[in-house]
């Protein structure tokens, strides 16, 4: 029976793969059937997903890791004496997956049919597009997590990264009055490049462990000899000098998980990829996406283990903690309701990687599913309460013959306030979902970071592999991340719930459609209960996760603190927005309070300005160099240099004058002229710049290339007669010393 | 002896390279080919390969030089022209084709040296015709180049037919 | 016992034999048949490949010399055949409806196009300098010829008479190099060569083979368009009928390499400090050239030249890795082969695209792929996938090629290599996503919908699915080729 | 006998003298010629190798036979292609036929 189950495991992202080929292929006019198409993809996989799930709780020890994994290979690649097997396999942490992706994936899918506003006027006209998109979608991320090797995991998750692009594009003819807000077509491309930046670096990393060992399987990688051979072998790289092999293949690794999981320093796309529509964004921050980086750096934690007290770790629980701090202070001065939100995912983020660098496996994991559930609530929430919001806007435009349609935005918690009467159910589940966040017991939210918490501090006092400088860095970090946690939260339930509409649209908002509420409440319930698996006393998490790894004693210390910041961020949060909530026009308070700080926060820290500053702009300077350079002087090089050769030695001189002085002066009035525009770099757009800088830059080089293609074939001949010639000669040169 | 009739053939064939590479009116370039041609044939015969000598005044002076000499009187406009029979990038041309002579030099000197003296290869098979024949068909060496060969002429004849035969309209 | 001898050795050579067959059938039933029955053409050559892949299976992992060591049959050389028909076998379905109204006697065309399979069967086998020169030849003559093939189109007989000049330059600069090594070692057979060579401790004879090796690069980079011996490859695959220029990016170049492998790994492999080095530096050139220039394409059958010239720098980094092949976990040369079959379907089904997008416009300007999106789906998002295959995305077969290759770069410490491999992936994307943006973001120039005939729509087909499936369906290739030992 | 090398020397001018003409010419059919130059260079060097190796192995033979065939089907493809360009365009000057660049 259960080993039929676990058969059949393969077909958990085949579902949703079929739902999204029978949508592109017939379904796509039928908005109906689409619908039910996607839903029946993602119910199957949620079926069996927790049929394997509740089948691996009954009977945990056969699947304690790492022996009794049971990798199925579907097929395989011969490759020399290798082998590259691709299949499945079911371990605990994969059950454990399979109970919170299909799960939450089916939640949002069932909401998205009312936000993507089936049966009313406003229904999307990409309706059924996007309901394949996100089951394509599904299929990566549950493709990924059932795995048994990199190199399946890494095709899954660039098919993620990929519908993560065509998701967040989803609204790609959008364009907004302010040229400085970032499209949904620019935020795609972002997302898609800043991922990208990491996925490259992660490949680097599988292709370093697959020419080591030979295999990427999980089994063979993460077996005990492996392990060791890998921990023992060394590698020297210039400039960071001799490492173990172990160590920059985690390192490399993390590279990809820091991009996918939005972590410092490449973070910067997971807020701007809010401008996708909001299911997309539950899916991605919660269910999918961003889990995924967490999900590999906790499938390879053997291989971050290795090296004890290797620098994978620090970097780790340092990257993870500045995140987590760094991000949660960002939270607190964003009005745009879903980018508070975003900044708050970040953060989370950055208490799972930080755990997961001091060790705490089942912590982070415990942490990830509850975070992916209340997460995924907040997010659904927010978006009915901009749906809410929108509709009123929508019934006051009509009255009032449109105007300032376009200055509106629904998703500005400055336009809101006083929807709890307007919209019950969304008030009342995304206060759960809010509450488990701030961590504030008993939801879910509350154990898993607890125990994070706990296992840090437990690092300090007790020592750990990492010395106790870094489980106390981490712990100090966390901690004040929680409180900050605790403020944000609070400051947006009340600007979006309490008081008074301050705006028409808010006074007109009506309740979201059952579609949108009943997954929302349903969530609710496991956002309110989920943690009580995870309880110290009673850890049901530890229990299935593998008791290999060591238990987090409970420290009331810890605990005791946590949740004294947590009530007290909150209730300062209340005091500050709740108990005389703003009225429309007023200045948020900690904005006065905090002045200038607050404006650094508000714009995140400049980060995207820095990355302007420091890589674009000189990519694009470097651009208008190239350009000029090769503009003036490498026109038809060969043909020009050989009409040259003919002429007079003054004649030349003249050419040498009117080609290397006047392109001097050229050159450097340029850099003047850059110099002196290098202060407005803030106007200056991110995407755009991005892709047009390293774009100029390579087309330069293209450019630069270019003249000697010049359609007359004895060029090209003299091309190559030249090469060979002047290889042969610096050979020949070279010989006697070779 | 031997030297004098070398250094006459050489002549014929360098002198002859060297007008083919030079002469603007390309009938007499043509000339100057298969005065080459013919050089090139005295060398063989000083080699002692009597066939391809006789292969080379047969076929290759009596078939390409005449093609040669067919194609310019078709495109026989450009012969009249007054521009130089040499492009712009001549300069560079000549400079690469020194170097690269001076680069065979060194590396033949290197692996053949110059020595005057006795010189002695072994004895030529006086049958080496009938040699090269049996190569030709023998099952254990070149039959197969030798089909190949006759498939790449037939193709090349298809092509030529298919790419110069006049427009036909129907 | 005569007979049996010839039986025996004809047995071997059964897909040139039946390829040949198929050839001269096609050009004799063109002259039979006349105007009326040309329609069938096609499908006789079909069929005649169809034929040759039978010949091709009973073959699978022989090993063979034949003909005194002049041609052998081992499973890389069954590869290259097998790659060589396959691409045909495309081509074909892809020229069926491409010559109405644009040239005559395709009879010819398929019969030669035949002849230069057979080409490329015979240079995946040549073990003789002899062979080797004749078979590069007898592919490259025809495709001047099929380069040319649109008489009446100025940009077709331009194309022929650059690729002819450069093409005759190269082999005779090659066939010097060939002559040098035949002098310094005494033979033109490959084997007997590295006999020689290994047997010159004292490395008196590296300053000629040097030369000799460094001509020979001149015509093997002339067939592979690797940098600086590519400037031919622009012009030439602009102007060529398409289809013959999708048999070039992929088939043709094939053949290079499977003489440039053979030639490299069976006549020097003790000479390797000489030349890997080389390749490595063509290597990168040719990587970072190829994509630097691809960009400013406008015209998409050029940007897929120069995106053709920038894998040819990938594959070369597999040949620098050659001494993976033995013992080890895959890597070098049966990541050569592997990348060459999926690029070959990758690339072929890109040309499908462009063959109906050409049809349907009768441009191949990439500004005219605005809103192909909306004039067919379909095809806009066929090309998405060939380009993210190109690109290496995974799971789409040019990712395997890279795979194997940059990991077995990374093994044998090549790490500079590899990342320059990875960065140049990077920049590719530029250029793919110009096209893309146009298919997809840009509002279309006319609203006719655009629909493939069915051969086209069938080769569109095959290489989608081999494309996004590779590692299902390509199993017994991978098989194949990591029983390669070249 | 003459020495070896002294063939190979000439064989080098020839080919040298070829690849100028290759590089150099104006017209088409020059071109072609000069490429017949750098052939005759490969064949000079093939025999003198043939003759100076072992006269027995007729492998240098063959081969300049061989090259032979290929340099007149060379000619003969090239000549058409000519024919065909000259045609369409009144010229064969290979420096004017620059229609396709960049």
């Known amino acids: 029976m259960r080993e039929f189950f676990f058969d059949l495991t393969w077909l958990i992202p085949v579902f949703p793969l079929l739902a999204f080929a029978f949508i592109v292929l017939w379904a796509n006019p039928n908005r109906k059937l689409s619908t039910w198409a996607a839903w029946a993809g993602i119910g199957l996989s949620w079926l069996l997903g927790w049929t394997i799930f509740f089948l691996s709780w009954g009977d945990i020890h056969h699947l304690t890791p790492p022996e009794a994994n049971h990798p199925v290979p579907l097929w395989a690649l011969p490759a020399g004496s290798g082998m590259l097997e691709v299949g499945f396999q079911v371990d605990t942490l994969t059950a454990l997956m399979l109970f919170m992706v299909p799960f939450v994936c089916l939640m949002i899918f069932i909401y998205s049919k009312g936000y993507m506003g089936y049966g009313t006027e406003q229904v999307d006209p990409h309706y059924s597009r996007f309901f394949a998109y996100i089951s394509l979608f599904a299929c990566g991320m549950l493709g990924l997590v059932v795995s048994d090797s990199l190199l399946t995991l890494f095709i899954f998750w660039e098919i993620m990264g990929l519908c993560s692009y065509l998701l967040i594009g989803f609204w790609f003819e959008k364009r907004y009055p302010d040229p400085e807000r970032i499209t949904p077509k620019e935020a795609g491309l972002k997302a898609f490049l800043t991922t990208r930046v990491g996925d490259v670096i992660m490949l680097l990393g599988i292709l370093l462990l697959f020419s080591q060992v030979g295999s990427l399987s999980f089994v063979d990688l993460f077996s005990h000899d492996t392990l060791h051979m890998l921990a023992e072998k060394t590698v020297t790289l210039p400039v960071l000098g001799t490492m173990p092999v172990a160590t920059l293949a985690a390192l490399l690794l993390f590279g990809g998980a820091m991009g996918k999981s939005a972590q410092f320093p490449l973070h910067v796309w997971l807020p701007d990829a809010m401008e996708g529509p909001t299911p997309v964004s539950a899916l991605i921050h919660a269910a999918t996406m961003v889990s995924a980086g967490v999900y590999l750096v906790a499938r390879s934690f053997p291989l971050f283990a290795a090296v004890h007290g290797g620098t994978q770790l620090a970097v780790v629980a340092f990257i993870g903690a500045f995140t987590a701090l760094f991000a949660s202070t960002i939270a607190v001065a964003q009005n745009d309701i879903k980018r508070g939100l975003a900044y708050s995912t970040i953060s989370q983020l950055g208490y799972m990687i930080a755990a997961l660098g001091v060790g705490a496996y089942i912590a982070a994991v415990f942490h990830l599913i509850t975070h992916a559930f209340f997460k995924a609530l907040l997010f659904l929430g927010s978006g009915s309460v901009i749906h809410g919001v929108e509709h009123g806007h929508h019934e006051v435009a009509h009255g009032h013959d449109d105007h300032g349609e376009e200055a509106f935005d629904a998703n500005d918690m400055m336009n809101m306030g006083g929807l709890w009467s307007k919209m019950p159910r969304t008030a009342w589940t995304f206060l759960i979902g809010g509450g488990a966040l701030a961590g504030i017991v008993p939801l879910a939210g509350f154990w898993s970071k607890d125990e994070i918490l706990a296992h840090a501090w437990h690092g300090f006092q007790h020592g750990h592999d990492l010395g106790t400088f870094w489980p106390f860095f981490v712990w100090l970090l966390l901690t004040l991340a929680a409180l900050l946690t605790a403020f944000y939260t609070a400051r947006q339930v009340c600007l979006t719930f309490a008081g008074r509409p301050r705006t028409e649209a808010a006074g007109h908002a009506h309740e979201s459609p059952p579609s949108m509420t009943w997954p929302l409440m349903i969530l609710a319930f496991f956002a309110a209960t989920l943690g009580l698996f995870g309880t110290p006393w009673a850890n049901q998490f530890h229990h299935l996760i593998g008791e290999a790894f060591e238990a987090t004693p409970f420290d009331p210390f810890v605990a005791g603190l946590s949740t004294a910041l947590a009530v007290g961020g909150a209730a300062v949060g209340w005091l500050v927005y709740g108990r005389k909530p703003l009225a429309a026009g007023d200045v948020d308070p900690v904005k006065r309070w905090l002045g200038p700080v607050h404006t650094v926060l508000e714009n995140k820290y400049y980060v995207d300005e820095l990355y302007r500053a420091v890589f674009i702009r000189p990519v694009i300077w470097l651009a208008h160099v190239f350009f000029k350079f090769d503009n003036r002087w490498v026109i038809d090089p060969i043909v020009n240099a050989v009409g040259r050769a003919g002429v007079s030695l003054a004649k030349g001189m003249g050419w040498f004058d009117l080609v290397v002085v006047d392109g001097l002066v050229n050159l450097a009035g340029r850099a003047g002229a850059t110099v002196s525009s290098l202060s407005d770099v803030v106007d200056l757009r991110f995407v755009d710049r991005i892709v047009d800088g390293v774009g100029d830059l390579v087309r330069a080089g293209g450019r630069f290339l270019r003249p000697i293609q010049t359609g007359r074939v004895q060029n090209y001949l003299l091309v190559a007669v030249l090469f060979t010639a002047i290889t042969l000669l610096g050979l020949y040169v070279m010989l006697p010393v070779l | 002896m031997t030297y004098a009739v070398f250094i006459l053939f050489t002549l014929m064939a360098l002198c002859g390279g060297v007008l083919v590479v030079t002469q603007r009116n390309l009938v007499r370039a043509a000339t100057a080919l298969v005065l080459s041609l013919f050089g090139v044939a005295g060398l063989y015969v000083l080699l002692e390969a009597g066939f391809l000598a006789a292969v080379q005044v047969l076929v290759y002076i009596g078939a390409i030089a005449i093609l040669i000499i067919f194609a310019i009187m078709l495109t026989r406009r450009m012969v009249q022209g007054d521009e130089s029979g040499l492009n712009r990038q001549w300069g560079w041309a000549l400079v690469s084709a020194v170097v690269m002579f001076a680069l065979f030099c060194y590396v033949v000197v290197k692996a053949w040296p110059l020595a005057l003296g006795a010189v002695s290869a072994p004895a030529v098979p006086a049958d080496s015709t009938e040699a090269l024949g049996l190569a030709l068909l023998d099952w254990e060496q070149y039959v197969l180049p030798f089909e190949i060969a006759s498939v790449l002429l037939l193709s090349a004849m298809v092509g030529a037919v298919v790419i110069a035969r006049e427009k036909h309209d129907s | ?486 | 006998m003459i020495p070896l090398s002294w063939y190979v020397l000439v064989s080098a001018a020839l080919f040298c003298i070829g690849l100028f003409g290759v590089l150099a010419r104006r017209n088409a059919v020059a071109i072609l010629m000069a490429v017949e130059l750098m052939l005759n260079a490969v064949n000079v060097n093939l025999v003198a190798f043939w003759r100076y190796g072992e006269p027995q192995a007729m492998a240098g033979q063959v081969f300049a036979l061989i090259v032979f065939t290929v340099a007149a089907a060379e000619a003969a493809v090239g000549l058409a292609l000519f024919i065909a360009i000259y045609r369409s365009r009144d010229t064969v000057a290979v420096e004017e036929i620059d229609l396709m660049k960049g």
């Open chain 3, 1 to 486: 016992m005569a007979e049996l001898t010839v039986l025996q050795a004809l047995g071997p050579l059964s897909p040139q034999l039946v390829l040949l067959l198929a050839a001269l059938l096609v050009l004799g039933l063109d002259l039979a048949w006349g105007e009326k029955r040309r329609g069938w053409l096609p499908s006789v050559a079909l069929l005649g490949l169809a034929g040759t892949i039978v010949a091709t299976m009973s073959l699978w992992g022989r090993r063979e010399v034949l003909f005194g060591g002049v041609f052998v049959v081992d499973p890389s050389a069954v590869f290259f055949q097998v790659i060589a028909v396959l691409a045909t076998a495309l081509v074909i379905l892809m020229s069926i409806d491409y010559f109405e109204g644009r040239a005559t006697y395709t009879g010819e065309f398929y019969s030669l196009l035949l002849v230069a399979s057979l080409a490329i069967t015979l240079m995946a086998g040549s073990t003789d300098l002899i062979m080797v020169y004749l078979s590069i030849e007898l592919l490259s003559i025809v495709s001047y010829v099929l380069t040319g093939f649109m008489r009446e189109d100025r940009r077709s007989n331009e194309a022929a008479l650059k690729y002819f000049l450069y093409g005759a330059a190269a082999s005779a600069t090659m066939l010097y190099g060939m002559s040098l090594l035949y002098g310094i070692t005494g033979s033109t057979n490959l084997e007997e060569m590295a006999a020689v060579l290994g047997a010159d401790a004292g490395g008196s004879m590296s300053w000629v083979v040097l030369a000799a090796v460094m001509l020979l690069l001149v015509g093997f980079g002339f067939k592979v368009s690797a940098v600086p011996f590519h400037q031919w490859a622009p012009d030439v695959y602009e102007g060529a009928p398409t289809p013959f220029t999708a048999f070039l990016s992929v088939a043709s170049k094939a053949g290079g390499f499977a003489v440039l492998l053979r030639f490299f790994l069976t006549a020097l492999p003790d000479l390797s400090v000489n030349w890997v080095g080389l390749i490595a530096a063509l290597s990168v050139m040719t990587m970072t050239v190829g994509n630097l220039m691809a960009i400013f394409q406008k015209n998409i059958k050029r940007m897929l030249a120069y995106s053709s010239i920038a894998q040819a720098g990938y594959i070369l980094i597999g040949l620098v890795c050659w001494r993976h092949t033995l013992g080890a976990y895959g890597g070098g040369i049966s990541g050569v082969l592997l990348y060459l079959l999926a690029y070959l379907f990758t690339n072929l089904g890109a040309f499908t695209v462009v063959i109906i997008v050409e049809r349907a416009t009768g441009s191949n300007e990439i500004a005219d792929y605005a809103g192909l999106m909306r004039r067919n789906p379909w095809l806009a998002a066929a090309l998405f996938v060939f380009f993210l295959s190109l690109v290496g995305i995974p799971p789409t077969a040019v990712f395997v090629g890279k795979l194997l290759i940059f990991s077995s770069a990374i093994r044998l410490g090549y790490y500079g290599l590899a990342i320059i491999g990875v960065v140049n992936g990077v920049i590719s994307m530029y250029y793919y996503y110009g096209v893309m943006r146009q298919a997809f973001f840009l509002p279309p120039k006319e609203d006719t919908p655009i629909v493939a005939s069915p051969p086209l729509a069938v080769a569109l087909g095959v290489t989608l699915v081999m494309t996004l499936g590779f590692l299902v369906f390509a199993q017994p290739f991978i098989q194949l080729a990591s029983w390669s030992t070249l």
